[in-house]
């Protein structure tokens, strides 16, 4: 089975999860507080922040040709007004890094973490916010954009929605409304944020904040200089009905999935960003059973949901496809390796049927900080020791970058 020319083969990460000493970020503080939901601070992460060049040079070497990875808005921005020169300055060399090994990059301007001042100021449910994001596009492109080749505003914005009409967490859970300017200017004075008001260490608002949010980013970053192609990434797991779950099922592929994929329409690609399954029961997800595989997350062992989500997307949305995020979380590499071959499949499917698919990004590179769930679940090709830092490639690295230099699976 052998995929398009030109096809991008890559991996991704998520500037919190893996650069280390994110001290501005909105959920850094939550790690720390005495009442934590982390099981763990992300501390020193992978210190992607300084071996990029090595990583870059690996993933290179493996056979990749594309690297997804998000700018940490709280590094450029870390005062609200102040764009640190240098931060820009460090990613624009990470993408020439890139660019030198021949290395698309797939540049996230924001993947989940926000600076400290603007969780502070109600974070995307501030009035604020779409002026807010939109001039750090605009300020992150003009110093970044002659180099992107591709863009993605948000990652999964849709992502507290979908756990709220699938039943994982509560309705109204990781939202917060609108603060006033006295609380706001309270929280600044306590470093940033009340950390009572995350529930979960993540934040979203519904559809359309986010998708106005998104507009005025794509119209930012679509001004220039350079011509990214500009989209955004959406959680989409795969929704299938259960016993009496079709009315359920219908209600969640709506306002966890159509609705946002509606947005994409006016973008240049949706990324989609996939690894399992929910079958959905009149009261939601219906957790796997005891014969059921299961991921070291607890999600099913399912990679069928690749091809599945990607058709969905593509219908839908009607832009072509990239696969921002497919993977899974295991201690056995050669499970790693079957899922992914199996989601490939499903995914030259796709191709084979005429569906636009421009690359595939494996989530994730290297064995990082997992939000809540600390160090201890592995999605990544590669390990690493978290006293020396030095990396282990993993045999589904090699067997992934075999794939990518083949352009083909078996
Ligand atoms: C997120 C990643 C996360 C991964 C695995 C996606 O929802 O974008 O940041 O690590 O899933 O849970």
Redesign the pocket.
């Known amino acids: 089975m052998t995929f398009p020319d030109g096809f991008l083969w890559g991996t991704a990460t998520?500037g919190h999860?893996v650069e280390g000493g994110n001290l501005n970020a909105d959920i850094w503080p939550l790690e720390w507080a005495e009442e934590t939901l982390f099981t763990e601070p992300s501390g020193d992460a992978c210190d992607h922040y300084h071996r990029y060049p090595e990583d870059i040079a690996t993933m290179a070497e493996l056979g990749f040709n594309a690297y997804r990875f998000s700018l940490e808005w709280s590094r450029i921005e870390p005062e609200e007004g102040f764009f640190s020169r240098a931060a820009l300055d460090h990613y624009r060399r990470m993408i020439g890094t890139c660019l030198e090994h021949g290395i698309t990059p797939v540049v996230t301007y924001c993947?989940?973490t926000t600076p400290r001042w603007f969780a502070g100021e109600g974070c995307w449910h501030s009035d604020r916010a779409v002026a807010r994001f939109a001039r750090y596009a605009e300020r992150a492109t003009a110093h970044l954009g002659d180099l992107i080749p591709w863009a993605a505003t948000l990652?999964?914005p849709n992502?507290i929605t979908m756990l709220q009409l699938t039943g994982v967490i509560p309705v109204g859970a990781g939202e917060r409304g609108p603060i006033t300017e006295e609380q706001a200017s309270v929280e600044a004075g306590v470093g940033g944020y009340d950390p009572a008001h995350y529930e979960m260490g993540l934040v979203g608002a519904g559809c359309e904040r986010m998708g106005e949010i998104h507009r005025a980013a794509v119209e930012a970053i679509r001004s220039g200089p350079g011509d990214s192609k500009v989209g955004w990434?959406l959680?989409l797991v795969d929704l299938q009905a259960g016993p009496d779950g079709e009315t359920r099922l219908e209600a969640a592929r709506q306002g966890a999935q159509l609705d946002w994929l509606d947005v994409s329409r006016d973008d240049d690609f949706v990324g989609v960003?996939t690894?399992s399954r929910n079958i959905i029961g009149p009261d939601g997800a219906i957790p796997p059973g005891e014969d059921t595989a299961t991921t070291q997350?607890g999600w099913e062992v399912y990679p069928e949901a690749l091809g599945h989500t990607v058709q969905l997307a593509a219908d839908h949305a009607g832009v072509p496809v990239i696969v921002t995020?497919n993977?899974m979380?295991t201690d056995d590499d050669e499970a790693r390796i079957a899922y992914t071959r199996d989601a490939l499949r499903g995914l030259g499917r796709c191709i084979d049927d005429g569906v636009d698919v421009r690359g595939y990004m494996h989530?994730?590179l290297l064995d990082?900080f997992?939000?809540m769930s600390g160090y201890a679940?592995t999605?990544g090709l590669i390990a690493f020791d978290h006293e020396t830092f030095e990396r282990t490639v993993k045999p589904s690295a090699r067997w992934l970058g075999g794939v990518a230099r083949a352009n083909a699976i078996d």
Do not use: V
């Open positions: 998520a999860q993947h989940f990652n999964e992502l990434t959680a960003q690894y997350t995020e993977g979380a989530w994730t990082n997992e939000w679940k999605f």
